[in-house]
């Protein structure tokens, strides 16, 4: 009998602790609808003789935003839009086969898959990237500019070998190496 008492007031006793306990609070994760007309991917690829630089637009994409704080996302390269250095004749170019492949291949999408704050404005970004129908991962540091209630800016730099992504053209004359530069605008 003094068991079972003792059960009952011990469980009344946790019963009155938990009910007053605070709970803690979650902030809903908020979604920033990616601003195409001011978002862009650049890059600068080199060969022997030089090198080229150019850009492609983003088609659509979201970042989810919790307390604050980048925590995910998804964004659609629209590889047609590719503009660069040498005109009409390279932008062909890169939009043949021997690139990206733009009629098979008109998208490229990155989807983000962890991220690590070093610091308040600094995370490391883990992802996928997946171009030409491959998808490989691909981290990189972004440096946050701002992040408010209404709008989200931010930026990386960061490198990538083409060939692991069946982009091998010119290879021993073109550099695997891609130098990308991410700027990130972003609305809620």
Do not use: C
């Not at 995910?72 to 990206?100: M, N, Q």
């Not at 308040?120 to 996928?128: C, L």
């Not at 540091?141 to 209630?149: A, E, G, P, S």
């Amino acid at each position: 009998m003094k068991q079972i008492l003792f059960s009952i007031a011990f469980t009344t006793v946790l019963a009155s602790v938990y009910s007053f306990a605070p709970t803690a609070k979650t902030t809903p994760v908020a979604t920033y609808t990616v601003a195409t007309d001011a978002s862009k991917v650049e890059f600068i690829g080199s060969k022997k003789a030089g090198y080229h630089n150019g850009s492609f637009a983003l088609k659509g994409g979201s970042v989810n935003v919790e307390n604050g704080k980048i925590a995910g996302g998804k964004f659609v390269i629209d590889l047609t839009s590719v503009k660069a250095d040498g005109g009409e004749k390279l932008e062909g170019h890169l939009k043949s086969p021997d690139f990206f492949d733009v009629a098979k291949f008109a998208e490229a999408t990155y989807e983000i898959t962890s991220v690590n704050y070093t610091s308040a404005t600094t995370a490391d970004i883990n992802g996928s990237l997946t171009l030409k129908g491959v998808s490989l991962p691909v981290k990189f540091t972004t440096i946050i500019r701002n992040i408010d209630d209404k709008k989200l800016f931010a930026q990386a730099n960061f490198s990538i070998d083409r060939t692991l992504w069946g982009v091998s053209y010119g290879i021993g004359m073109v550099s695997n190496d891609v130098q990308v530069a991410i700027f990130l605008f972003a609305n809620k």
